[in-house]
């Protein structure tokens, strides 16, 4: 398979089930159910996917795509390295900067969703690790040049390529360049499930950035279903084909 051609968004050629959409599990994934919830369950696949470098790794290693997929889209929450992004802000993946270096998403896809969004294009990078300071979030932007960070993008990417599969990327903006996080990475369990315990002693030790925190991801979440809302509207186009 080749990059996605503009014909392709608009021909009712291609099967219904056409596109995986990889959400990170938890309320993520709960705010983009609720966004597509006009859209017949047997018309996509929505696949929860865990949280962190290493174990969405494990789980693309024992995932194996239906043969009607013809793409992977992924939809989630980002942390802002640049000044130039807002709070809730949607963005649209150019790129993003992996284990494997700079992997592009499909052009003619991230394109769609930029000018269909009304969302900017954007360089990424997939860190292991939770980015939780101002000062780190301007240290990485320094050194890749990248724009948003991320704990799960790069791995996908890798993925599709050496599957031959077009892979694009939406994320909403949680937290901004300017913003301190408590620091969750002990609460992160090696499956990527989240610790409630270890996340609330996290949040008892920074309580400001742990306000920060939950009132840009409420704001984030909020975004994330109307995007799924956006979504579901063009349903003909992009995300899945037309019954008729």
Known sequence: MTNLDSASFSSGNLPPQQFAILVPQG????AIVKGLKQVPRNLIQLIPIPL????????LEQWQPSPEIHGILVIGLAGALSHTLSLGQVVVYESCIGDRGRVTCDP??????????EAPLVKAFTSPELVATAQAKAALHQKTGADVVDMEGGPILDYGASLNLPVAMVRVIS?????????LSQAIGGDGSLNPLLLTWAFLQK???????????????????????ALARERSGFLVRPTV
Do not use: C, M
């Open 52 to 59: 962190g470098v290493l174990a969405v790794q494990a789980f």
């Open 27 to 30: 309320q993520e994934h709960q």
């Open 108 to 117: 003619a896809w991230r394109q769609y969703l930029s000018q269909y969004l």
């Open 175 to 183: 937290d901004t360049a300017t913003q301190d996080l408590p620091n």
């Open 207 to 229: 309580p400001i950035a742990a306000g920060h925190l939950i009132t840009g991801s409420l704001r984030g979440l909020g975004k994330l279903e109307k995007v799924g809302q």
